[in-house]
């Protein structure tokens, strides 16, 4: 009798492990998403800055746009960034086919399900896609742009280029 007691008592405490690990696993995993990187940019990713002559002609069109990429969110904000590119460059060069040729550049191939370092919401962990930032992640999403802000008050292309073409880091 005593020993079909203990016997179930092992079974269940058995179970209720197998139970209670894959929960606390799925959670960790979950808490982990929720941690975004510190922000980080490398300009016009696989694509010069600017020209010969003004090597950071584009370059804060693209560090507004890597912020939009860092960040994430959903499809039709990653199209509205995208758009913004495609503005930014024909605005700062009046060249349409350079905007053009950014602008499909970066819808073929800043898709979330790449695993690159320049996909959409490359500041998360892979997979997750065109979530929407919750009020605590755009909330930790401006601390973290704010944080970038203090510790690099030139901004990107000007630290790397001298670029004098400033525009608000948003």
């Not at 197998?18 to 016009?44: E, K, N, Q």
């Not at 700062?92 to 959409?120: Q, S």
């Not at 601390?143 to 510790?151: P, S, W």
Request: proline share 4%.
């Amino acid at each position: 009798m005593i020993k079909d007691i203990l016997l179930r008592t092992r079974l269940a405490s058995l179970g209720l492990l197998l139970v209670i690990i894959p929960l606390v696993l799925v959670c960790h995993t979950a808490a982990m998403a929720a941690v975004i990187s510190d922000f980080s940019s490398d300009g016009c990713s696989l694509f010069p800055d600017g020209t010969i002559t003004d090597r950071a002609k584009w370059c804060d069109c693209c560090l507004q746009h890597d912020i939009s990429y860092w960040r994430g969110g959903t499809e039709e904000e990653r199209k509205q960034a995208d758009a913004a590119l495609r503005d930014c460059v024909l605005a700062r060069t009046g060249d349409k086919a350079l905007a053009e040729t950014m602008y499909l550049g970066v819808r073929a191939g800043g898709h979330p399900v790449f695993p690159n370092w320049y996909r959409w919401a490359y500041g998360w962990n892979y997979g997750r896609g065109y979530r929407p930032l919750t009020e605590e992640e755009l909330e930790t999403v401006r601390v973290k742009l704010d944080e970038y802000r203090r510790n690099h008050p030139k901004g990107y292309c000007e630290e790397k280029h001298g670029a004098s073409q400033k525009k608000e880091v948003k």
